[in-house]
T-cell receptor, first 109, second 113 residues
């Protein structure tokens, strides 16, 4: 079993739609969780950290469910500029970060 | 705050040649990582340093890859000899530690022909 698993998609959604991505992780002792955004031929960039209480940043909401070992990212009112690959990243302790394969999102006009 | 610096941005070499990549992390970041990212996949950890010590190099193909971080600051990753399957983007990242996130450099795109 992979340490971090994501649905690779692709997700093709119209502008204004709401879309959600999920990610599961294998190590119940994992310490911190993040969503990164990666544009084509660019490096991953931090989108948001994921906290146990859930957190929101504008149109983006991240949730963590430790009991079921998954994290989620919700994007509301999708914009064309949201088109990218979204990477789930888990720190499994010892500053060891594991990445999902990424979920591809295309927002269609 | 300056970000993670990497060079070169692009490199094209023939198989069996050698190549080296350089990374300078964000100032004060003790932990430095090298990742390999093949098109369509998530980054795969090659090696993790804490200051100048290796924390994890379990996925580093040690017969051809080597990395060092001699003074606990910048780092080099070398491939010798390169194979076709080494064509990928090599990403360097650093972190201040604890529950802090990774910060990436803009990567080196390697093409082996």
């Amino acid at each position: 079993r992979k340490e971090v698993e994501q649905d690779p998609g692709p997700f093709n959604v119209p502008e204004g739609a709401t879309v959600a991505f999920n990610c599961t992780y294998s190590n119940s002792a994992s310490q911190s969780f993040f969503w990164y955004r990666q544009d084509c031929r660019k490096e991953p960039k931090l989108l948001m950290s994921v906290y146990s209480s859930g957190n929101e940043d504008g149109r983006f909401t991240a949730q963590l469910n430790r009991a079921s070992q998954y994290i989620s990212l919700l994007i509301r009112d999708s914009k064309l500029s949201d088109s990218a690959t979204y990477l789930c990243v888990v720190n499994m302790g010892g500053n060891q970060f594991y990445f999902g394969t990424g979920t591809s999102l295309t927002v269609i006009p | 705050e300056a970000g993670v610096a990497q060079s070169p941005r692009y490199k094209i070499i023939e198989k069996r040649q050698s190549v080296a990549f350089w990374c300078n992390p964000i100032s004060g970041h003790a932990t430095l990582y090298w990742y390999q990212q093949i098109l369509g996949q998530g980054p795969k950890l090659l090696i993790q340093f804490q200051n100048n010590g290796v924390v994890d190099d379990s996925q580093l193909p040690k017969d051809r890859f080597s990395a060092e971080r001699l003074k606990g600051v910048d780092s080099t990753l070398k491939i010798q000899p390169a194979k076709l399957e080494d064509s990928a983007v090599y990403l360097c990242a650093s972190s201040v530690g604890g529950n802090s996130p990774l910060h990436f450099g803009n990567g080196t795109r390697l093409t082996v022909t």
